[in-house]
């Protein structure tokens, strides 16, 4: 097709729009937390509650609640919608909920166990397409370690069940995994199948397990989900299984975002142009961080009000730990640890305790990559500038 002069500039204004579209707006994403309630019962989980859990149910957002989240979320500039859960296809409205995002013109990610998907709702997806990748998290390739995980009988036939309609109806899907003693060794098995799903070329599958403790805080759920992690090492092993990817990939971001981040007690963005509300109505900066001075209830404001309260606190909060200031106030290394207020509150119930084994993870990646020696802690380093240089340009 020849180009025209007017078909040029048409297209720059299109751009142009979009720049400013994106740089003027309050909210780009927003994740929306359908359900606490899941039909697995995973040991690992940080959320989920039963599937018959009436009290929960009752609890949560009417469909006309998420109706009007989502068009306040358009309001303000939104691009993208998350629906997440627990299991967020255990909502009788999912469909209805589904196609009135993308008739706002939403782009929708669905996190599911894909053990609820069927015949019409991979029809759905086929005909009125999610436009980005459906999430699925994948718990074993065997029905023994599948449900050693989801410790649900049936679930592992369930999930294979709708990932081939989604594979049947060629929908765009990506699959993840946690790993845990039922399927730690089908970690080969699980990646090779993996690189045969369409939506998958081009990169590994992710692993969660450095697993998040439970949201709300249950001290004996989180004694079992502690002796679930792995060490450091361990997850290095997995990190690394593509050496030579991991290492482009650790350059990239290395350039990007390792340096010491001070005493402002969020550095990650949260709650900047983003948020996530939960199963009752609680607008937060991100799915994991429930600290009751960081939720604001959407059922007496507007999410616009809300991420101007979250906006001023994160960008004024101070982090007053004198452990934190010492360590990791200055620690080059903050952009391998997860460390974040969020995690603390998680692990401690503040939000500027230091989360050893966070710190763990992220010195062990930095002595496998050759920033660090065998005995030096990240703060200590004062030429970290020019050890990141080195590298980067190794």
């Avoid at 903050?334 to 119930?349: D, I, R, T, V």
Wanted: with cysteine; glycine share 6%; net charge positive.
């Amino acid at each position: 097709m020849i180009r025209t002069k007017s078909y040029i500039v048409s297209k720059q204004l299109k751009a142009n729009n979009l720049v400013a579209h994106v740089s003027s707006s309050i909210l780009l994403k927003l994740d929306i937390e359908l359900t606490e309630r899941c039909n697995n019962n995973c040991i690992h989980c940080g959320i989920n509650l039963a599937a018959d859990d009436l009290a929960a149910k009752k609890k949560e957002l009417s469909t006309q609640q998420i109706q009007d989240i989502l068009k306040q979320a358009v309001a303000l500039g939104c691009l993208t919608v998350r629906f997440t859960g627990g299991e967020p296809l255990l909502r009788e409205d999912f469909q209805q909920i589904y196609i009135f995002a993308r008739r706002l013109g939403l782009k929708v990610i669905v996190f599911t166990n894909a053990t609820l998907i069927t015949p019409n709702l991979a029809e759905l997806f086929m005909k009125v397409p999610p436009l980005e990748k459906i999430e699925i998290s994948v718990y074993g390739m065997k029905k023994s370690s599948y449900e050693g995980v989801s410790r649900v009988k049936g679930s592992f036939a369930a999930a294979w069940r709708g990932i081939n309609l989604l594979l049947e109806k060629k929908i765009p899907f990506v699959v993840k995994n946690a790993l845990l003693p039922s399927n730690k060794n089908e970690v080969n098995d699980f990646t090779q199948w993996a690189k045969k799903i369409s939506g998958m070329h081009g990169y590994l599958p992710a692993y969660s397990m450095f697993f998040h403790l439970r949201y709300l805080r249950d001290e004996m759920k989180n004694i079992e989900i502690k002796n679930l992690r792995i060490s450091a090492q361990d997850g290095l092993k997995i990190l690394t299984r593509d050496k030579i990817g991991y290492i482009k990939e650790m350059k990239k971001f290395c350039a990007k975002f390792m340096r010491p981040v001070g005493d402002k007690l969020f550095s990650c963005g949260a709650g900047m142009n983003s948020g996530c509300v939960d199963a009752h109505g609680y607008f937060q900066p991100c799915l994991t961080l429930r600290h009751p001075n960081y939720v604001y209830n959407l059922k007496q404001g507007s999410l616009k009000d809300g991420l101007k309260s979250f906006y001023h606190k994160i960008k004024e909060g101070k982090v007053k730990n004198p452990v934190y200031l010492k360590r990791c106030a200055k620690c080059f290394l903050m952009g391998f640890c997860s460390q974040c207020p969020a995690e603390s509150w998680l692990e401690h119930g503040t939000l500027d305790t230091p989360v050893d084994y966070l710190c763990d993870i992220a010195h062990v990646q930095a002595r496998f990559l050759g920033l660090l020696s065998q005995k030096e802690m990240g703060w200590e380093v004062l030429d970290w500038p020019s050890r990141i240089n080195n590298f980067i340009n190794s």
